[in-house]
């Protein structure tokens, strides 16, 4: 039997996209800013539980028109199998409310968002700069919002740990004790005739209602959870919610159970990779031994901050050169690396990436941090650029971008298809061995090291919020695994605290690609064409990874025929 393809049905699978990534735009205008989109730069967002039961409300309407949608297209049934998992995703981690507890000065903490984000307006017209004060005047509401919402957290015993508590509340009160005249808040204003309007909107609004989070969160500190309890499982609904994170961030059916136990294999398995790689490097094969000289050796270390982003520039140089024995050529922009500031460097990653924006105005960023470069590593920082650049995020999220032919919630990473795109990021840190990137013995176990620290990533975000382990017991795990610095592994540990699930998303991911790479060459044999994998990988812009599975099992069956 032919099967009938209607255009109704895509113009309905259409409207339901567009209506889609417009609600999550307008509920993460932030985001929208960050992705460079424009349309939103007016908007806060609302943290009211008022506002998540409407938006569930407005994802359940989209999911039942969705399901009634027959007579697709392949592409289009791909597309609706995207959306109807990011639909359910969004509905999901919006019931659970994890953000309630997430309390910390990371990259996820709302006063975090606004003091990285804000900054990236652009004003260049009476327009966006009315949208920027519009935005300011805002911030009153969203700060009072998430005041708010802590109250209540924390009366229905919904408690935050004291560690990230006292993390934020330290971030607060850098950004208060800052000179008005040089907030961060205001820097886009400069030079502009909304700069004396925006100074008075932070003074007079912004200010006090920064003080007034600051004062709440300071209340909530008594009650907190201390380091023995940080996980998730120690708060009402939070085993239920965690294991919808865990299902969300990861696109699969993996119990926390399973994905424990697939974290210790591979840490087990990489120890082995250490001593393989540590002898030759650095004359033993003890892993111990070698994870102590990686961690203490100070010939290791940078001197200043302009050489680790020198460091940064010339891996991503290299990595540009050789991109045509492994890729298409695509027409992406640029990627720059930049220093990431003061205010939120204490408690950030040591890298993260920030794409260009939608309509070219601004490139793709990996954002370096330079802070202290006396104690950050040399071996770590090539690993981290292909991941955050090239072949890594930038390579695919700035592909994304240009494929026009796809509807706009495929084309920008507007959910949770995490999996899909840390996955591709790691996976690009061990292509980039295979393309001869690193530059010594040495970067290579960087690159073990940060296996690992993904690896050992599923162990410990389990084990808090799964199975109950202490801060001190992931931080010890961490440290007898992998090569990082005791900076960045208590950073690692207090992240995976106030972000469950999403850490198990980096090798998740990557095992699957790697999976799906050895299925298609098993199959197609002298046809396979890495070149061609790696288009079907990242040339349908961020998916779920059972559909991306759909995608290499198609391409196989495909190719087989030709």
Known sequence: MTQRYTSASADELTKIGDEFFDATMVSDPLGATMFGIPGY?????????????????????????LDKITGLTPADELSAKVLRRLISSSAGELRHGLMDVAVSGGLIAPQTQVFRTVPMSVLGDDRSGRAYLDRLRGLEFYFDGWSERYRIAVAAGRLPTRRGVRQAVEQLDTYLSSSPTDDVLVRPAAGHAEHSQAEALITDIVRPAVGRLRARLAEAMTAAREDDKPGICHVPGGPEGYAEAVTRHTTTTLSPEEVHRIGLDAVERLRQEFADIGGPALGTTSVPEILEKLRTSRELRFSTSEE??????????????????????????????????????????????????????????????????????RYEYEALTFHESVPGHHFQIGLAQTLDHLPRFRRVAVGNLTAHVEGWGLYAERLADEMGLYSSPIQRLGMVSFDALRACRLVVD????????????????????????????????DRYISWPG??????????????????????????????????????????PLDVLGDVIRTWIADRRRA
């Open 41 to 65: 730069d007016h908007l806060v967002p609302d943290p009211s539980a008022r506002s998540d039961e409407a938006r569930i409300s407005g994802l359940e309407g989209l999911e039942r028109r």
């Open 308 to 377: 680790i982003l020198r460091f940064a520039d010339g891996a991503l140089v290299r990595a540009n050169g050789v991109l045509p024995g492994w890729f298409f050529r695509y027409d992406i922009g640029a990627c720059e690396t930049r220093e990431i500031g003061p205010l939120e460097a204490k408690t950030s990653p040591l890298a993260y990436y920030q794409p260009p924006a939608e309509d070219g105005s601004r490139p793709g960023v990996h954002w370096v941090s330079t802070v202290d470069p006396h104690s950050r590593f």
């Open 462 to 493: 389990t084990g808090m919020h799964h199975l109950g382990w202490t801060r001190g017991q992931a931080i010890a795990y961490m440290r007898e695994n992998t090569a990082t610095t005791e900076a960045n592994i208590a950073n690692e540990v």
């Open 502 to 543: 999403q850490a198990l998303a980096y090798f998740v991911g990557r095992r699957e690609i790697h999976r799906l790479r050895d299925l298609a060459k098993a199959e197609l044999g002298k046809a396979f064409d890495i070149k061609q994998f790696h288009h079907q990988v990242i040339g349908h812009g961020s998916l």
